[in-house]
């Protein structure tokens, strides 16, 4: 299995002090995370994507290529890649382009974000969402595939005899996981593709992400890809942790209750009952996660959420020192134990190289 970390970049003012970091220190702290997720030994550094305040990652490639240069292990990746607005002929050359500076360590995940807005500003119409998301990743998937396209949709103009620059490193295209809370449209895309699935599982019940997961698999299988259980799924999570579960409850009650994604909603208990999110000492951390295998079967990525919401960014080094030396090592093992055989690890540029080199 894979373990990181994923980011969404808000700008929230740290409730306890009042003060609201400048988007410069903002965008320096989530690099200066990526670089702590290496040396604690974790797997991926994701970052979201967003076009409007209190949010700073508009340009993710931007920001995972410097991260690339300074980094030799973690694999870069987002947490949402807006597939629905972008252009994918941007896209497909972005992606490559970091492919290439990163010696192959980029995977993306697919979404269409959660801001509505973003589709006038971008040129697009909400309610198209969905047939925006089918139509421009069916030309991403060739563009990275074809040397040459020819390509006529209804969201774009047509394409002839083009050839995306540069071509993806080794001939293999960057994974692609996509990603969806509510979306059964979107488990069946990735199906389809034969691609990963990543349910964020950070708001909703554990019954939710059993059936949007169980879906998935199904149609995985039902492409011809594999059985249901080799399906490629992600799963999100929430921690923040104290080697003493009062001390993180009282800790973190502030940053819960004013934090942008659920703040002035459902009590801290509630939701931590409720949800995945998991606020306590790192043996907690441990088995709630652990959980998850009970309605996602056996899984290939884990990414937690860390940094939101106003937390200093001591305070989110802490956490992933925690992680890195308590947590993470403990997961490893026991995800491990009992795991089949036939379960696909989370693709890799490498092991897609040598299926690639396999199959000619």
């Given at each position: 299995?894979?373990?990181?970390?994923?980011?969404?970049?808000?700008?929230?003012?740290?409730?306890?002090?009042g003060r609201t970091p400048t988007e410069r220190e903002r965008i320096k702290a989530m690099v200066a995370i990526a670089l702590k997720a290496e040396e604690v030994g974790l797997d991926v550094f994701a970052t979201g994507e967003h076009h409007n305040p209190p949010f700073v990652p508009s340009s993710p490639t931007t920001m995972l290529g410097y991260v690339a240069a300074r980094t030799e292990k973690l694999i870069l990746s987002t947490s949402t890649t807006l597939i629905t607005t972008n252009d994918p002929v941007k896209i497909?050359?972005?992606?490559?382009?970091?492919?290439?500076?990163?010696?192959?360590?980029?995977?993306?995940?697919?979404?269409?974000?959660?801001?509505?807005?973003?589709?006038?500003?971008?040129?697009?119409?909400i309610r198209e969402g969905i047939n925006l998301a089918i139509e421009n990743y069916a030309l991403l998937h060739r563009l990275w595939r074809e040397d040459v396209v020819n390509w006529e949709g209804k969201f774009r103009t047509p394409l002839q005899g083009f050839t995306s620059t540069p071509r993806p490193l080794d001939g293999v295209a960057p994974f692609v996981w996509h990603g969806s809370i509510r979306s059964p449209e979107i488990a069946e895309q990735a199906a389809y593709y034969g691609d990963g699935f990543f349910h964020n599982n950070i708001f909703w019940p554990a019954d939710h992400t059993k059936r949007m997961v169980e879906l998935y698999r199904s149609r995985y299988a039902h492409y011809g890809h594999g059985t249901p259980e080799q399906a490629i799924v992600g799963l999100g999570g929430q921690v923040f942790m104290r080697r003493n579960s009062q001390d993180a409850v009282r800790e973190f009650r502030p940053y819960f209750d004013v934090a942008p994604v659920y703040g002035h909603g459902p009590s801290l208990e509630e939701f931590t009952d409720q949800t995945p999110l998991t606020v306590g000492?790192?043996?907690?951390?441990?088995?709630?996660?652990?959980?998850?295998?009970?309605?996602?079967?056996?899984?290939?990525?884990?990414?937690?959420?860390?940094?939101?919401?106003?937390?200093?960014?001591?305070?989110?080094?802490?956490?992933?020192?925690?992680?890195?030396?308590?947590?993470?090592?403990?997961?490893?093992?026991?995800?491990a134990k009992g795991r089949p055989a036939e379960v696909p690890q989370a693709p890799t540029h490498t092991s897609l190289l040598k299926a690639k080199e396999a199959a000619v």
């Amino acid at each position: 299995m894979q373990f990181g970390i994923f980011s969404v970049g808000d700008v929230t003012p740290d409730p306890t002090t009042g003060r609201t970091p400048t988007e410069r220190e903002r965008i320096k702290a989530m690099v200066a995370i990526a670089l702590k997720a290496e040396e604690v030994g974790l797997d991926v550094f994701a970052t979201g994507e967003h076009h409007n305040p209190p949010f700073v990652p508009s340009s993710p490639t931007t920001m995972l290529g410097y991260v690339a240069a300074r980094t030799e292990k973690l694999i870069l990746s987002t947490s949402t890649t807006l597939i629905t607005t972008n252009d994918p002929v941007k896209i497909a050359e972005d992606f490559a382009m970091l492919q290439h500076l990163a010696d192959g360590r980029v995977d993306l995940m697919m979404g269409r974000g959660n801001t509505g807005p973003v589709y006038p500003w971008f040129g697009k119409d909400i309610r198209e969402g969905i047939n925006l998301a089918i139509e421009n990743y069916a030309l991403l998937h060739r563009l990275w595939r074809e040397d040459v396209v020819n390509w006529e949709g209804k969201f774009r103009t047509p394409l002839q005899g083009f050839t995306s620059t540069p071509r993806p490193l080794d001939g293999v295209a960057p994974f692609v996981w996509h990603g969806s809370i509510r979306s059964p449209e979107i488990a069946e895309q990735a199906a389809y593709y034969g691609d990963g699935f990543f349910h964020n599982n950070i708001f909703w019940p554990a019954d939710h992400t059993k059936r949007m997961v169980e879906l998935y698999r199904s149609r995985y299988a039902h492409y011809g890809h594999g059985t249901p259980e080799q399906a490629i799924v992600g799963l999100g999570g929430q921690v923040f942790m104290r080697r003493n579960s009062q001390d993180a409850v009282r800790e973190f009650r502030p940053y819960f209750d004013v934090a942008p994604v659920y703040g002035h909603g459902p009590s801290l208990e509630e939701f931590t009952d409720q949800t995945p999110l998991t606020v306590g000492s790192p043996q907690q951390v441990i088995e709630k996660t652990l959980s998850f295998r009970e309605y996602a079967g056996d899984y290939q990525r884990q990414l937690f959420l860390v940094d939101h919401a106003g937390l200093p960014l001591k305070t989110v080094l802490e956490q992933l020192d925690m992680l890195g030396e308590e947590v993470v090592p403990v997961l490893r093992e026991e995800f491990a134990k009992g795991r089949p055989a036939e379960v696909p690890q989370a693709p890799t540029h490498t092991s897609l190289l040598k299926a690639k080199e396999a199959a000619v």
